[in-house]
């Protein structure tokens, strides 16, 4: 009875450890199913609709400025089915650390930016809070390329008592004090994603002397 019952638990957790892989399995086939779509279909007319957007606006002084924010719009766009089809292809499992670093450099790299980490190890957050963290640093390196035209961004994420991610760039900046910003500088998704996460947000920013990210969660 004994071998009986061994087996039969033995042919339990077989079936059950097939049906896990099988799962997975399925799973990663429709998420590169979609990455392929969103590549093939949605990334390429986005792309097709800001580089004609640049190419009007550069050869047609009388353009409307309104088409200037149609560009700006598609890459925003753009980016972001990037951001879309890399995680679906992404596996699973990447660390804060090696997320933030992947992420900042995709970015800097598409406006010829340096990136300069400073990222302890070992951090282990929730998904979701992954996510949103993510983001932000998505966020704060596009605004520091596209609008402060910076050259290089210095990307710190630090743990103590409190979890602190902060991103520094060289770019123009903007009159903090006077309330200034530059157009769309996406400070409003900065702060609703840090209000998800129950986190405080700071922003500084310098003319001249570029813009400071920081979220404490």
């Known amino acids: 009875m004994a071998q009986a019952i061994a087996a039969a638990v033995a042919a ?3 079936i059950a450890a097939f049906w896990r892989w099988r799962a997975a399995t399925v799973v990663e086939e429709e998420r590169r199913r979609i990455a392929r779509n969103l590549h093939d279909g949605l990334a390429h007319e986005l792309t097709f609709i800001a580089g004609r957007s640049h190419a009007l606006l550069r050869s047609d002084p009388a353009a409307p400025a309104s088409l200037s924010d ?8 753009l980016d972001e089915s990037r951001r879309v089809i890399h995680a679906l292809t992404e596996p699973g499992g990447r660390s804060l650390t090696e997320a933030i670093a992947v992420t ?22 929730p998904a979701s809070t992954q996510e949103e963290l993510l983001r932000i640093v998505r966020e704060a390196v596009t605004n520091a390329v596209r609008h402060g035209r910076a050259d290089a961004i210095d990307i710190e994420l630090t743990k103590g008592e409190r979890l602190r991610l902060r991103v520094r760039d060289d770019g123009t900046g ?3 004090a006077a309330g200034g910003r530059p157009r769309g500088f996406g400070l409003v998704s900065m702060k609703e994603r840090s209000h998800l996460l ?9 003319p001249g002397q570029g813009v400071e990210v920081e979220v404490v969660l």
């Open 198 to 206: 129950g986190a405080d947000l700071q922003i500084r920013s310098w």
């Open 70 to 77: 149609v560009a700006a719009a598609a890459e925003r766009a």
């Open 104 to 125: 900042a450099e995709q970015v800097a790299a598409r406006a010829g930016a340096e990136v300069r980490l400073r990222l302890d190890q070992g951090i282990v957050v």
């Open 12 to 14: 339990f957790q077989l």
């Open 174 to 176: 903007f009159d903090g």
